[in-house]
């Protein structure tokens, strides 16, 4: 099954249009911004940062503690509030469990789940195989995905998930998460007989280079390179588009985010090189380059890169063309001018530079100009088991600025591997960001103790239904502070729904204060905070996904609920 989570407005789709109040929530705000000041000011964040530390040999070093640490943001000392140390020593006394070498369609031994010391689910694994079938050939892609394959086989563990996505001009999940390696497996070969665009890339270049070569004219040899360029151009935002919407959909997603892009790089700036060549063609400096750099996308990786930073995604970025050489008009016409050389070097960089960016701008690894795949795949291993997690609480409230970090080692000789920064997201983004999570990789979790309940859907206008939903949220478990003779609490109540076509809609957010009488405090057991809205609905297969936020506490709930609308 291919899922599209195209996130999108789907006019008429979508409609909350009732939310059922508790009494004591109905009375006047004369003083709400009081109230809203209040309860801004309460809000705490921890950043989690994963450190990698080598040594001089590039081996990772283990044993260290909080002590042997210091980390900035913003240039400025703050206090490690949280530390977590993986060495890479098994979590069981029998040896890493790993889904693989189970029967299949079993669960874990309930041995191995009583020995293994529990993963807290901020540190828990989600692997992301991300093959750009747009920048990539068939040979080098399938050569490589063995290679893949046989890293998740050896290192996914009983609290891992994966997960495989393909581009081929849109997004595609093949396999939506899972913990059980041989859907990854199937995938992966599956995925190998669908087509790549790689090949017909190559091919254009060499014909253009040719028609390049040919040109009696340098305005003839431009009119050919701004063609391509454009042409080359638009995939590549194309292709940016999708890895951001990715990025951005991994945002409310817990726990550690490694994402394995294979591609044969992606351009800098597309059509630089053929520019240059008209350049060395006509012996001259054009104005072809200030052309190329309009084709320039360095600041889409840049943008990226800080969505990447802030949902705590790192990239480990690998060129499947390994050592190829490009064919050059060198070899074509017998020409050992050492322009053409250039030509394809620039090439070369020029495709490379982005994957060196997104891997050092999250604290990755980039593998480039190598056929040591299982080399390159068995050092990422390391990073996944082997590393330091520093958490530490930004004095700033969720001002939507970004922030740089820096983490510092006491013990001299020693090198650490980090993301450079981070932008902080607003309570909104965060709720928006779980029940996107939910609706799309069902990644719930329920520390407020939530209940949703879906009515019977009702007949409405234009072959369209009222679905109705109710969100129930424990008075208990919510956060209630005294002013005078009342209790006040504020609750944030996400909702968003995705068809079977996986065509999404936005989530749609409502905050409202709770008042509770001091004198009912005590009897808050047993008692709800009920949210009702009207879905108005296509028939067919659906999925309804919640977040509920305590702001007062920072606690939040992501659940969802599969829906079926019959007509």
Do not use: C
Not at 14 to 36: C, K, S, T
Not at 184 to 196: G, L
Not at 298 to 305: D, M, S, T
Not at 458 to 465: F, I, K, N, P, V
């Amino acid at each position: 099954m291919i899922i599209r989570p195209n996130v999108k407005i789907l006019a008429g789709w979508l409609a909350v249009l009732a939310a059922a109040l508790p009494a004591a929530a109905q009375r006047g705000d004369a003083d709400g911004d009081e109230q809203h000041l209040f309860f801004e000011s309460l809000s705490v964040q921890v950043v989690n940062v994963d450190v990698f530390v080598t040594d001089k040999k590039g081996e990772p070093v283990t044993g260290l503690s909080r002590d042997d640490f210091e980390i900035y943001e913003d240039g400025r000392p703050m206090e490690i509030t949280n530390f977590y140390a993986v060495d890479g020593v098994p979590v069981t006394g029998g040896g890493a469990t790993r889904l693989a070498d189970l029967p299949t369609g079993s669960a874990p031994p309930p041995e191995t789940i009583a020995l293994a010391e529990p993963v807290p689910p901020e540190q828990q694994l989600s692997i992301i195989v991300y093959i750009d079938n747009l920048f990539i050939s068939p040979f080098s892609r399938n050569n490589l995905i063995r290679e893949v394959t046989r890293f998740l086989n050896l290192n996914m563990r009983a609290d891992d998930r994966a997960m495989l996505v393909t581009f081929d001009r849109t997004l595609n999940i093949r396999q939506p998460f899972t913990h059980d390696v041989r859907l990854i497996d199937r995938a992966m070969d599956e995925t190998m007989r669908i087509r790549s665009f790689g090949e017909q890339a190559k091919q254009e270049r060499r014909e253009l280079l040719k028609r390049i070569h040919e040109s009696r004219t340098m305005n003839e040899a431009m009119s050919h390179a701004d063609f391509y360029a454009k042409s080359m151009h638009h995939d590549v935002e194309t292709s940016l588009n999708g890895l951001t919407e990715l990025v951005d959909s991994l945002g409310g997603l817990p726990g550690r985010k490694a994402l394995v892009f294979v591609s044969e790089g992606i351009p800098m700036t597309a059509g630089e090189d053929v520019f240059s060549l008209v350049d060395l063609r006509f012996g001259e400096r054009s104005s072809s380059q200030l052309t190329a750099h309009r084709y320039r996308v360095r600041r889409n990786f840049r943008q990226i890169v800080a969505k990447a930073n802030a949902n705590r995604v790192t990239f480990y970025t690998i060129d499947a063309s390994g050592t190829y050489t490009n064919t050059s008009l060198s070899a074509e016409y017998g020409n050992t001018n050492s322009s053409f050389i250039e030509v394809d070097f620039l090439f070369d960089s020029n495709r490379q530079e982005p994957l060196l960016m997104l891997a050092d701008g999250t604290g990755g690894q980039a593998t480039i100009g190598t056929n040591n795949f299982t080399g390159a795949l068995d050092r990422i291993a390391l990073d996944l088991t082997t590393y330091y997690s520093l958490g530490y609480q930004p004095t700033h409230v969720d001002d939507g600025r970004y922030h740089t970090i820096e983490v510092k080692l006491k013990r001299p000789g020693l090198r650490v591997r980090h993301r450079a920064g981070y932008r902080a997201k607003t309570l909104e983004t965060r709720l928006n960001d779980g029940t996107i999570a939910a609706l799309l990789y069902q990644a719930s979790s329920n520390p407020l103790g939530v209940r949703v309940e879906v009515g019977r859907p009702q007949a409405g206008r234009d072959g369209l239904y009222l679905v109705p939903v109710e969100v129930r949220i424990p008075l208990s478990e919510i956060v209630l502070l005294p002013q005078g003779t009342e209790h006040h609490g504020r609750l944030r109540v996400s909702v968003s729904v995705m068809d079977d076509d996986g065509d999404t809609s936005p989530p749609a957010q409502t905050p409202f204060p709770i008042t509770v009488p001091e004198s009912e405090v005590v009897s808050t057991e047993g008692r709800y905070y009920t949210y009702s809205a009207q879905l108005l609905m296509r028939p067919g297969s659906h999925q309804v996904a919640v977040g509920v936020t305590d702001e007062l506490a920072g606690e939040s709930s992501f659940l969802f609920q599969p829906v079926r609308v019959d007509s």
